[in-house]
C-alpha cells in the first residue's frame, strides 16, 4: 500500500463472538456454533462475500425448523484407515468439513494420503475457508461440493437445469504464502445471481442461458417459470469442459459417499468430497517445496498484461485481504448486518461495533 489510507470494521473475533452467540441462540451446542462461525467469517475475510456471514440467515432458519440437526455426531458408514465416508446425518457442515479435515491431517501424516465422503452434510459454506488448516501442516488439500437437491446448472447444449455449480478448492503449500484455490465448474453461483437480482442489477457478462436457451445477463432469467439456468464454466463456446467437471465433481461426492440425486430430496445440504496428500510420503518435502517455489516465482516474475500491476497466484488477493482486514477490521458486504438484525433482535443478541478506524502505512 502506497502512503497512508484509514479503513474501518468489525473486528473478526467480534464477529465470529456474535455468529456464535446467534447459533447458540437458536440451539446449536457452543462447540459446533463456535466453528461453524469462525468459518462464515473467515469466508468473509478471504474475499467470499456470498459465502461467509451472508449465509448465516439461512443457517439460522435452518436450525429452527428442524432441516439442519443441532446434536450428536456423524456416523461412520466405513473406514479402512487410508479412506472413509460419513453420513453427515445433516448436521452444520462447517463442523463436519473441519472434524473430517482433522481427522485428514492425522490421517494423511499416517499413510500418505487421506480420503474422505461425506453424504447428507448440510451446507458447507465457502470450501477456500477450510485449506489452510491443512497448508500450515504441509498438507495438500482437495475439498469438492454438490447438493444433491439442488438443480441450476444446464449440461453443455441443454436448457434445462440439471447439477449445481459443483466447487472445487485445493490448498497447495509453498516455502511461503500457500496456493489457494477455489473455483466452480460453472460461470457463476447461485448466490451471486440472487444477490444481483435483489439488488435490480445485471450481472457483468452472459453468464445465464434464459428458459429458451439464449445467453444473457439478466439475474431474472433463472427466477421465470420454467427457469432459466447458470452456464457450465466455459460459457456457450467451452462449456462442455465445465460441465465435464462438473460431473467429475458429481462423481466425487455423491458417487463416492452413495448418497445423491438417486434419492429423495432432503433440502439444501451437501454431498463432499475431502482428499490430503503428505508430500513427505512422495518425493519427499524439499522437493515437493523446491517444485512449487519455482512455479510460484516464475507466476509472480511473469510479465503481465496491459493495466494489470503484476501477475497473482491463485488465493494471493484472498490471504493479503484477510491480513489486512485482521489488522483494520473486517469490512462485510451492505445487505449482511441488516439480514441478521432480525435475529440479533428476537435472541438478544448484542450486534458488535465496528472498530474505529485505523491508519494503514506503507509498512502496516
Known amino acids: 500500500m502506497n502512503g497512508a489510507s484509514t479503513a474501518g470494521g468489525y473486528r473478526a473475533a467480534d464477529l465470529v463472538g456474535y455468529a456464535t452467540e446467534l447459533l447458540a441462540g437458536v440451539g446449536l451446542p457452543q462447540e459446533k456454533a463456535s466453528r461453524t462461525a469462525e468459518i ?43 479412506t472413509a465416508t ?21 490421517r494423511a501424516k499416517m499413510h500418505g494420503s487421506f ?37 441450476s446448472v444446464a449440461p453443455f447444449g441443454g436448457t434445462r437445469r440439471m447439477i449445481t455449480p459443483n466447487p472445487l478448492a485445493a490448498g497447495i503449500p509453498t516455502s511461503g504464502k500457500p496456493i489457494l484455490l477455489d473455483i466452480s465448474m460453472s460461470t457463476t453461483t ?18 445465464l442461458l434464459d428458459a429458451d436457451g439464449t445467453p444473457t445477463s439478466d439475474p431474472g432469467a433463472f427466477f421465470t417459470d420454467p427457469p432459466g439456468s ?18 467429475l465433481i458429481e462423481a466425487l461426492t455423491s458417487g463416492l459417499g452413495g448418497h445423491g440425486r438417486a434419492d429423495p430430496a432432503e433440502g439444501w445440504g451437501a454431498s463432499v468430497f475431502i482428499q490430503l496428500f503428505d508430500p513427505t510420503a512422495f518425493g ?8 512449487l517455489d519455482v512455479l510460484a516465482d516464475r507466476v509472480r516474475q511473469n510479465p503481465p498484461v496491459p493495466g494489470n500491476d503484476k501477475v497473482r497466484l491463485p488465493g494471493e488477493r ?10 483494520s477490521g473486517v469490512e462485510l458486504h451492505a445487505s449482511i448486518m441488516p ?6 433482535t428476537k435472541l438478544w443478541v448484542q450486534i458488535p461495533r465496528i472498530q474505529e478506524p485505523i491508519e494503514l502505512t506503507e509498512q502496516s
Not at 519427499?284 to 523446491?290: A, C, L, V, Y
Request: glycine share 14%; with cysteine.
Open 40 to 82: 462464515l467469517v473467515e469466508g468473509d475475510m478471504l474475499g467470499h462475500t456470498t459465502h461467509g456471514l451472508a449465509l448465516l440467515p439461512g443457517y439460522l432458519s435452518a436450525l429452527q425448523d428442524g432441516s439442519m440437526s443441532k446434536d450428536g455426531d456423524h456416523l461412520v458408514v466405513a473406514d479402512s484407515g487410508a
Open 86 to 106: 460419513w453420513d453427515g446425518r445433516r448436521l452444520p457442515g462447517p463442523w463436519l468439513v473441519s472434524t473430517g479435515i482433522e481427522l485428514g491431517i492425522a
Open 115 to 151: 480420503t474422505l465422503a461425506i453424504r447428507r452434510s448440510h451446507h458447507i459454506a465457502c470450501l477456500a475457508a477450510y485449506l489452510q488448516k491443512a497448508t500450515d501442516e504441509g498438507l495438500v488439500i482437495l475439498v469438492a461440493s454438490s447438493d444433491p437437491t439442488v438443480e
Open 190 to 207: 447461485n448466490a451471486m445471481v440472487t444477490r444481483a437480482r435483489n439488488q435490480g442489477a445485471a450481472l457483468p457478462h452472459s453468464w
Open 230 to 247: 447458470i452456464l457450465p464454466l466455459g460459457g456457450t463456446e467451452l462449456g462442455y469442459k465445465g460441465f465435464g467437471l462438473g460431473l
Open 284 to 291: 519427499g518435502w524439499d522437493s515437493f517445496n523446491r517444485q
Open 318 to 327: 484472498g490471504l493479503d485481504l484477510k491480513a489486512r482486514q485482521l489488522r
Open 339 to 344: 439480514a441478521l438484525k432480525t435475529w440479533a
